[in-house]
């Protein structure tokens, strides 16, 4: 099976930066899709970005577009989330997810996950 971990979460003042990884093994991760959500208590699992094998056309949910970015490193098995001008309403637990076929919004069409890392956003 693939093996994602998650790492960098923390807790962080409204308006600051983290930037989250992934490190993936047991796999050909150059070829898989990739993609993070985030789940906050008491709420369903939120779409957050995704990106394809040739790193290319990131998408992005609309509540994180133009402050999020995907990024990946094939040569390292490690794919990034980097969040910028953080708001109280990013606080959730956020997962890395792996998919051998297209991007998608919908968790259900990813099925290796990681286990998560919280990230607290203060005001």
């Known amino acids: 099976q693939v093996q994602l971990v998650e790492s960098g979460g923390g807790l962080v003042q409204a308006g600051g930066s983290l930037r989250l990884s992934c490190a993936a093994s047991g796999r050909t991760f150059s070829r898989y899709t990739m993609g993070w959500f985030r789940q906050a208590p008491g709420k369903e699992r939120e779409f957050v970005g995704t990106i394809s094998w040739l790193n290319d056309s990131p998408y992005y949910g609309e509540s994180v577009k133009g402050r999020f970015t995907i990024s990946r490193d094939n040569a390292n098995n490690t794919v990034y989330l980097q969040m910028n001008s953080l708001k109280p309403e990013d606080t959730a637990v956020y997962y890395c997810?792996?998919?051998?076929?297209?991007?998608?919004?919908?968790?259900?069409?990813?099925?290796?996950w990681g286990q998560g890392t919280q990230v607290t956003v203060s005001s």
């Open positions: 997810a792996a998919s051998a076929g297209l991007r998608s919004t919908t968790s259900r069409d990813y099925p290796y």
